[in-house]
């Protein structure tokens, strides 16, 4: 599928990409102000709830699966986020059950794939360390639950999917993020996940409610890293860095510090925004858009005022 875009005078709404069987619901959907407002990209790879009939009916057990794969309603969290603050925003409707937009199209666990694989080089037949836990390029199995298929899935299955949605989303992000950097001299990817709480959150070692990702530093200046991590200690919110998550695929591919282009993943535990059942919105979905948008015009303003920093001296 090729782009279609909506506008209102201010914004627009792109979308691309195409769901497999999904009767031409776009694999993702950009927001974008005409003219950027912030030099920030918030990217939500693994919310997507579009699932289409033929991909539930080869799940054993998609009541459970579906839910505890996605990042669920972590986008609710970053539409209210990008409307208050103009950043442009990047939200996949491709469930990650169909495949995982935080894996490199590499890591396939191919003892899921039948049929013929001469679209792969050599190179692409081994197993990454993701595909072996169970979490690679398309989920094969999660604990308490086992397999999560009924069946292999077909190479040319697997070559669809990539092409129609992981290839059009990583563009379109690239693409987006690039637009940014060349309007404000830097930009910022904020990679927007959730996770399941890691602890009970009170007493001695209380579990965090945040983890700032950055790849060791690697993917974002470590300033940006410094500031979320101090703004969540501001707002008295548990905040840890790059443990247990410190990023994956996508910062790999789009940080790129030394062309001005930051890369940051922040999990939120879903207890904070979701009902008690993990489920369904709940009552601190607005006060965690709150937060999270104060994170992000502190590094709005960080990323700004370091890229002018830049120009002025490279006068």
Same mark, same amino acid.
Not at 224 to 251: C, M, Q, T, W
Not at 260 to 268: M, R
Not at 279 to 287: M, S, T, Y
């Given at each position: 599928?090729?782009?279609?875009?909506?506008?209102?005078? =201010?914004? $627009?709404?792109?979308?691309?990409?195409? &769901? @497999?069987?999904?009767?031409? $619901?776009?694999?993702?959907?950009?927001?974008?102000?005409?003219?950027?407002?912030?030099?920030?990209?918030?990217?939500?790879?693994?919310?997507?709830?579009?699932?289409?009939?033929?991909? !539930?009916?080869?799940?054993?057990? @998609?009541?459970?699966?579906?839910?505890?794969?996605?990042?669920?309603?972590?986008?609710?969290?970053?539409?209210?986020?990008? =409307?208050?603050?103009?950043?442009?925003?990047?939200?996949?409707?491709? @469930?990650?059950?169909?495949? =995982?937009?935080?894996?490199?199209?590499?890591? &396939?666990?191919?003892?899921?794939?039948?049929?013929?694989?001469?679209?792969?080089?050599?190179?692409?037949?081994?197993?990454?360390?993701?595909?072996?836990?169970?979490?690679?390029?398309?989920?094969?199995?999660?604990?308490?639950?086992?397999?999560?298929?009924?069946?292999?899935?077909?190479?040319?299955?697997? +070559?669809?999917?990539?092409?129609?949605?992981?290839?059009?989303?990583?563009?379109?992000? +690239? $693409?987006?993020?690039?637009?940014?950097?060349?309007?404000?001299?830097?930009?910022?990817?904020?990679?927007?996940?959730?996770?399941?709480?890691?602890?009970?959150?009170?007493?001695?070692?209380?579990?965090? =409610?945040?983890? !700032?990702?950055?790849?060791? *530093?690697? +993917?974002?200046? *470590?300033?940006?890293?410094?500031?979320?991590?101090?703004?969540?200690? &501001?707002?008295?919110?548990?905040?840890?860095?790059?443990?247990?998550?410190?990023?994956?695929?996508?910062?790999?591919?789009?940080?790129?510090?030394?062309?001005?282009?930051?890369?940051?993943?922040?999990?939120?535990?879903?207890?904070?925004?979701?009902?008690?059942?993990?489920?369904?919105?709940?009552?601190?979905?607005?006060? !965690?858009?709150?937060?999270?948008?104060?994170?992000?015009?502190?590094?709005? +303003?960080?990323?700004?005022?370091?890229?002018?920093?830049?120009?002025?001296?490279?006068?």
């Amino acid at each position: 599928m090729s782009e279609r875009e909506t506008a209102s005078p =201010d914004s $627009q709404a792109i979308t691309g990409g195409s &769901i @497999p069987g999904g009767e031409g $619901q776009p694999a993702y959907v950009l927001h974008r102000q005409k003219t950027s407002a912030i030099p920030i990209l918030i990217a939500v790879p693994h919310a997507g709830r579009e699932y289409p009939a033929s991909l !539930v009916n080869r799940m054993r057990h @998609p009541g459970e699966a579906a839910p505890r794969l996605e990042d669920r309603y972590v986008d609710l969290v970053a539409r209210k986020v990008a =409307d208050a603050t103009g950043a442009a925003l990047l939200v996949a409707n491709a @469930p990650r059950a169909m495949i =995982d937009l935080n894996r490199s199209p590499e890591d &396939i666990d191919w003892e899921m794939i039948s049929g013929p694989r001469s679209g792969y080089v050599r190179s692409r037949l081994a197993a990454g360390r993701r595909s072996r836990s169970g979490l690679g390029l398309v989920p094969r199995r999660l604990p308490g639950l086992g397999e999560l298929w009924r069946q292999r899935l077909p190479a040319a299955d697997l +070559s669809r999917r990539i092409e129609e949605v992981h290839a059009p989303y990583h563009l379109a992000l +690239s $693409q987006t993020l690039e637009h940014v950097r060349d309007r404000w001299g830097a930009a910022l990817l904020l990679d927007l996940h959730s996770m399941p709480p890691l602890g009970p959150k009170a007493g001695v070692g209380a579990a965090v =409610d945040f983890v !700032v990702g950055d790849r060791f *530093g690697a +993917s974002c200046e *470590g300033h940006l890293a410094s500031i979320a991590l101090d703004h969540f200690e &501001i707002k008295g919110a548990r905040a840890a860095h790059n443990r247990p998550y410190a990023g994956g695929y996508v910062l790999d591919r789009h940080g790129a510090p030394a062309r001005g282009l930051s890369a940051i993943q922040l999990e939120i535990c879903r207890a904070i925004y979701l009902d008690p059942q993990l489920r369904e919105p709940g009552e601190g979905l607005d006060d !965690v858009a709150e937060l999270v948008t104060g994170l992000v015009l502190r590094l709005a +303003s960080a990323v700004e005022s370091n890229a002018r920093g830049f120009s002025q001296a490279a006068e």
